[in-house]
């Protein structure tokens, strides 16, 4: 393939997270150059082995996984256990990895992949809190220009918040270091709550991810049971958003998101607001254009390649 990606996945599984990383790996079209964990859905020492535990049930022992952040960089940790699972990966029995953790920590993994590819080849996929990322632009300024693109999955402004009325939780559990990550000058993309809400993880959806037979579709297919459950009642519709597996569909497939480069500041001053993404969609401010915010998806295209690529692991 021409233009293979490299990517760096930065994550905290979390089911949605599970499904994007099992995306990533059956498809031709990305290389993923290893897994960094941050403390996010669930603890630290459950989103790293929840991360091996994907790769081995797609086959994948061979990929290197990284811990990194165990908390925010200046709040308390706040988890979703509510809506993951005790384990952050309730649904399918899967079983304790046997591939190791990776002795580097997350940040100094990223900060030298970063220093050694080739500049403007990596691609940074976080899914998760911007945390390892923010450390690792403090630690090591040299990796910005060097960054091919972040493609991450957090905010909401159409759609406000999910966690408090005004803040989506990946900004929420972070907010700091998103300001960081969206001041640092690096070609961003931002897959927010106003796209992954038209993401629904329907019924037949979910069927037909079942029906293909195979154990990674089957155990996504009880992910997915376990986790929609909970945004079915929040939201009252057929299904949940699927959040995380939009960046990854965004690399394979552009052309099923649509969008605006607009401005995207964090609030990390108000309680009220914290962890807020004002999108300047209109471009009312002079404030530098910063991010491209997605705002539209071709839901039924999204899953249509999901299907067809966890049917190849």
């Known amino acids: 393939m021409a233009d293979k990606r490299k990517i760096i996945i ?16 059956a498809s ?26 994907i790769c081995e049930l797609a086959g994948r022992p061979d990929i290197k ?22 384990s952050g990966l309730n649904g399918p029995q899967l079983p304790e990895p046997t ?15 970063l220093l050694e590819e ?14 390892n990322i923010a450390l690792a632009l403090i630690r090591e300024p040299r990796i910005a220009p060097r960054i091919r693109e972040i493609v991450l999955m957090g905010g909401g402004f159409f759609e406000g918040g999910n966690v408090t009325p005004a803040a989506e939780f990946n900004i929420h559990v972070d907010p700091h270091a998103a300001d960081i990550v969206l001041r640092a000058g690096v070609p961003t993309v931002m897959m927010p709550l106003d796209v992954t809400h038209k993401a629904l993880t329907t019924a037949r959806r979910v069927a037909a991810i079942r029906a293909l037979g195979n154990r990674v579709g089957i155990a996504t297919a009880e992910m997915l049971e376990f986790y929609e459950r909970f945004d079915e009642e929040k939201y009252g519709t057929d299904g949940g958003p699927l959040h995380d597996p939009c960046v990854i569909a965004y690399l394979i497939k552009p052309d099923l998101f ?21 999108v300047d969609w209109w471009g009312v401010t002079s404030r530098a254009k ?24």
């Open 258 to 278: 649509r969008g605006r480069h607009c401005n995207v500041s964090v609030e990390i001053a108000s309680e009220l607001t914290m962890g807020m993404t004002v």
């Open 28 to 53: 031709p079209e990305v290389d993923m150059l290893g897994i960094t964990a941050v403390a996010g859905n669930v603890p630290l020492r459950l989103t790293e082995k929840n991360a091996r535990k």
């Open 118 to 131: 080739e500049a403007g080849t990596v691609t940074l996929c976080p899914l998760g809190p911007l945390t």
């Open 65 to 86: 996984v990284y811990a990194g952040a165990i908390r925010p960089l200046l709040r308390t940790l706040v988890t979703a256990e509510e809506v993951h699972g005790e």
């Open 290 to 313: 910063n991010a491209t915010v997605m705002r539209h998806i071709d839901d039924d295209g999204f899953f249509a390649l999901l299907t067809e690529r966890l049917g190849q692991l």
């Open 10 to 25: 930065d994550t905290d599984p979390g089911q949605d997270d599970a499904i994007a990383i099992l995306l990533a790996l």
């Open 99 to 113: 591939m190791p953790l990776q002795a580097r920590h997350a940040v100094d993994f990223i900060i030298e992949t």
